[in-house]
């Protein structure tokens, strides 16, 4: 047979193995999902094998007898392994398969005429690993292979990912990627863990059923499924010894590092990173595409945590901006031929990753700002390095990674105390084992006889006081942390409270917050911060007792009392969210609509997807209209119906929620319906005064507001009159003439800059006068190096040019204080440079002895040091560079 051309590409390999199985009777069956449809028990989809499942096991009538795939798979084993070069989460698997029609007979010689015939695989190069009793198989390759090139290996035996489904030996085929790869080991072969055989094909010889206890018996029929990873062979293909160095990875690499500004084959952090970018890149693009949305549990918190981690990344690569937009878009029309879905979906798998990209960013931006703090802290005290105790609680309530702490330290010129953070995660450790000793929650409810506390209930309807009885006191202890096996809570305590069934405390959900308030009898008032529901059934109130003592077993009777002050602003909010969710709708588009929210007594934050910037006038008129709804004081009120009812009767769900069969709908006037489970304000009118606060952008497609309702909005019309008026007397104006009086003050201020700059030029060409005659000569290259004053960058690389021009063959080295930065140029004329002189070169070895950082071309280059000393240190280094740099010319 006339050979065809051997596969170099993905997508020839994809198309080479599908066309080598549809000639031998197979049909192409499109990848399922990565969210598995018919194994629960199953996370995500990690072989080609699993849509086949039910045709294995007899149940299902299959499409065809002989199949082939090629499947998305999703493999979560090892994320944080994920950098190195041979992990991968998300990957394409190649299957043929065979439904109780040919057995091992027929797919071990296919796969040996394919790797050596249509991969054009060198023979000699290809090894094969067989179960060690499956002798079936090993006559059968004896019949292609010499025996030394057939290992036994135990391990090959292939087990549903499930808890039962088809199993049976295997046989692994191996690829020699060179011996330089090697360990070097004597009985280095094929299963090694080094990196010299790579394993690219698994022949799977499914025979046996196996149950839940591991029982296994015989399948009605044998079957073949085989799986080979797509990057593997392509690394084969292409000759590359990793699968980030293929075309399904190179491109998307390079374009994460152009945005770093930085490039592959670096050194090995810098490409650990950039493995990372671009793995999880893929993994997040296909995962939103098959509908998975990021969150705390199962297949969203896979997705969470791999979004978090690329970003992490890529900070550590420099990219300290939204940078996920363009690799996913990147890795979208990269994949595009092979998955036409993401095309179609481009948009909304853009939101989705972004969307959670910018909820990480203000949780970093949280952790930055307390970082600065203790910087700046640290500072003052004198001390040189950030107490490592305060770093662990930044990674343990930000999720802030240590590497990123040290390395924000660094640049602020401190160090961070790793063993002070090793020490403190140690504790941690030793407190969760500790806590283990001490009951837990459910434990102490467990005790309570059958069935434990019945389940928190948080109504509406009640009011905000009410009597109660504590059924579990958590008491806080630093060394434990909490401990639920105490039976009271003394004065100066924190900890948290659970009451027999009814409570009127809000627990956080739906983005409202939490209810405060006390928790008192006459024997202890314990106050009440925060409301949490811990388990999904128990509302715990979190707090501390301000006097006396509370217990649970002596007096357990006490008053639960919700702080009126917080909850009222906070149900002004819940309601004025809902009026702006629906006025969104009408102004901006029934698409649009809410994506997250905050609702707290001082501010309602809402986030909602659309297009582009709220214009202005829109805004205007959101806000408009969203008063005129609170003038008609429409009544409010709510409902519990089946959720089939709720949608029927047009209520709005929130995108991503998950609601139970049945649900609460909150209606203002018939004219908005939310599905909802807050608290909220019994007429419209009780919202009071509305107020758009800001319209900003948060991620892709999406945008943010913030309104004001109530006394915060009152409050906010009152200070911004006040600031007005502030302003007015600052610059002498009333308040109706200030646009015409700051006018005027700007452009006077522009003409004094335009004034003073002249000057400056002026001084400076006379200083650069004096300057020259301070120059030494280095061969025939004029050189200065020279403490100057200057007020900009600007003006000093002016100063630079000037001397440099004057100079003729000439390197000028200037260093200036100014606004608190210490800037240092260097500038070469072009006939230094062609006797060997690199401006760059120089200012970055002579700020490398001092201690800074910068960069430039040949002609001229810039950068700065921390302390104003440090700049007489790099200008010092400038004539010993130039004479090592006219030497060596
Ligand atoms: N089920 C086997 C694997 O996943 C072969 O497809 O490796």
Same mark, same amino acid.
């Given at each position: 047979?006339?050979? #065809?051309? #051997? ?6 390999? #994809? ?9 031998? +009777? ?8 990565? &969210? ?56 394409? $698997? ?100 080094? !990196? ?7 022949? &799977? ?36 010894? /990793? ?6 990875? @190179? ?15 670096? !050194? ?15 993994? &997040? ?29 890529? #900070?550590?690569?420099?990219?300290? @901006? ?8 990147? =890795?979208?029309?990269? $994949? ?11 948009? +909304? ?18 952790? /930055? ?139 956080? %959900? ?51 009392? =919700?702080?009126?002050?917080?909850? %009222? ?33 001082? =501010? ?21 209209? $969203? ?5 008609? !004081?429409?009544? *409010? ?9 709720? @949608? ?45 606060? @800001? ?65 400056? %030029? ?31 960058? !600007? ?15 000439? *390197? ?12 240092? =140029? ?52 400038? &004539? ?10």
């Amino acid at each position: 047979m006339p050979s #065809r051309p #051997r596969p170099g590409t993905s997508d020839e390999v #994809r198309r080479a193995f599908i066309e080598f199985f549809a000639e031998r +009777g197979h049909v192409h069956q499109a990848s399922s999902s990565l &969210v598995p449809f018919n194994d629960p028990s199953v996370l995500l989809t990690t072989a080609g094998m699993q849509q086949m499942i039910p045709y294995m096991l007899g149940r299902e009538v299959p499409p065809a007898i002989r199949m082939t795939s090629i499947q998305k798979c999703f493999r979560t084993g090892d994320i944080d392994e994920v950098g190195n070069p041979r992990n991968l989460t998300f990957f394409e $698997m190649l299957g043929n398969f065979s439904i109780g029609d040919y057995f091992k007979e027929s797919i071990i010689p296919w796969s040996w005429e394919f790797i050596t015939e249509r991969l054009q695989l060198p023979a000699e190069r290809v090894y094969v690993t067989i179960h060690p009793t499956d002798d079936e198989a090993r006559q059968l390759w004896l019949k292609i292979v010499p025996p030394e090139k057939i290992t036994d290996l135990e391990d090959n035996w292939w087990g549903p990912p499930g808890a039962e489904g088809p199993c049976g030996p295997d046989s692994e085929l191996y690829y020699d990627m060179g011996e330089e790869l090697g360990c070097g080991s004597a009985d280095c072969a094929p299963g090694c863990d080094c !990196d010299r055989y790579l394993e690219f094909w698994n022949l &799977v010889f499914m025979q046996f059923f196996q149950d839940r206890q591991g029982n296994r018996t015989p399948l009605p029929k044998t079957n073949i499924d085989t799986g080979s990873g797509l990057e593997r062979v392509t690394a084969i293909m292409q000759g590359v010894t /990793t699968v980030y160095e293929t075309d399904l990875f @190179r491109p998307i690499i390079d374009d994460v590092a152009a945005i770093a500004g930085t490039s592959f084959g670096r !050194d090995e952090h810098t490409d650990y990173a950039l493995r990372v970018v671009a793995d999880h890149a893929r993994g &997040v693009t296909f995962l939103a595409s098959d509908g998975v949305v990021p969150g705390n549990e199962g297949r969203g918190y896979v997705m969470r945590r791999i979004v978090r981690r690329a970003v992490r990344y890529g #900070r550590t690569l420099g990219i300290e @901006r939204p940078f996920l937009e363009s690799i996913v878009g990147k =890795v979208i029309s990269r $994949m595009a031929a092979a998955y036409p879905e993401l095309e179609a979906g481009r948009a +909304g798998i853009i939101e989705t990753i972004t969307l959670e990209e910018a909820r990480f960013a203000e949780t970093l931006a949280a952790g /930055t700002e307390r970082l600065n703090e203790w910087i700046a802290q640290a500072k003052a005290a004198g001390r040189s390095a950030v107490d490592g105790r305060l770093l662990f609680q930044l990674h343990d309530t930000f999720g802030f990674p240590f590497e990123l702490s040290e390395e924000m330290i660094a640049e602020a010129g401190l160090s961070a105390d790793r063993p002070g953070f090793d020490a403190a995660m140690e504790e941690q450790r030793t407190r969760s084992r500790a806590g283990a000793r001490f009951k837990s929650m459910a434990e102490v409810l467990a005790s309570e006889g059958p069935g434990g506390a019945p389940e928190s209930q948080f109504q509406w309807e009640r009011p905000l006081t009410l009597p109660g009885e504590i059924v579990a006191i958590g008491v806080h202890e630093d060394t434990v942390g909490l401990r639920w096996d105490l039976d009271e809570i003394k004065q100066g305590q924190h900890g948290q409270i659970l009451l027999h069934g009814v409570t009127p405390f809000y627990p956080e %959900a739906g983005g409202q917050v939490g209810d405060r308030g006390v928790i008192r009898n006459e024997h202890g008032i314990f106050r009440v911060t925060d409301t949490r529901k811990l388990d999904g059934a128990h509302v715990v109130h979190i707090g501390h007792l301000e006097s006396g003592t509370l217990s649970r077993t002596v007096n357990p009777q006490v008053i639960a009392e =919700v702080d009126p002050v917080h909850r %009222a602003p906070t149900a002004r909010h819940h309601t004025i969210t809902h009026v702006l969710h629906r006025t969104l709708k009408d102004v901006l588009g029934e698409n649009t609509s809410q994506r997250g929210s905050l609702v707290a007594p001082h =501010v309602a934050r809402f986030d909602f997807n659309y297009p582009r910037p709220v214009s202005r006038q829109q805004l205007e008129e959101i806000n408009a209209r $969203m008063n005129h709804h609170i003038l008609a !004081d429409e009544p *409010v009120t709510w409902s519990i119906m089946q959720i089939d009812d709720a @949608r029927k009767s047009g209520a709005m769900a929130i995108f991503g929620e998950k609601y139970g069969n049945e649900v609460r709908v909150v209606d203002i006037g018939g004219w908005s319906r939310e599905l909802c489970g807050g608290t909220h304000v019994h007429r419209a009118g009780e919202v009071g005064p509305a107020f758009l606060l @800001r319209e900003s952008g948060l991620a892709s497609g999406i945008r943010r507001v913030e309104v004001l309702a109530g006394e915060a909005a009152f409050t906010h019309a009152w200070n911004q009159q006040e600031r007005l008026l502030s302003l007015a007397r600052t610059v002498g104006a009333p308040v109706d003439q200030l646009e015409a009086k700051l006018t005027s003050l700007v452009e006077e201020l522009d003409q004094a800059k335009r004034d003073a700059a002249k000057l400056e %030029a002026q001084l400076a060409a006379g200083r650069a006068a004096n300057l020259v005659d301070t120059a030494v000569k280095v061969g025939e290259v004029n050189v200065l190096a020279a403490k100057v004053e200057a007020s900009s960058r !600007d003006g000093l690389r002016d100063m630079a040019d000037q001397l440099r021009a004057k100079l003729g063959t000439s *390197v000028v080295a200037l260093g200036a204080s100014f606004d608190g930065q210490q800037a240092f =140029v260097v500038g070469a004329s072009r006939d230094a440079i062609e006797r060997g002189i690199n401006a760059g070169d120089i200012l970055r070895q002579a700020l490398a002895a001092a201690g800074g950082k910068g960069g430039g071309r040949p002609d001229f280059a810039q950068g700065g040091v921390k302390e104003a000393d440090q700049l007489s240190v790099a200008l010092a280094q400038v &004539v010993p560079l130039v004479e090592r740099a006219v030497g060596g010319a």
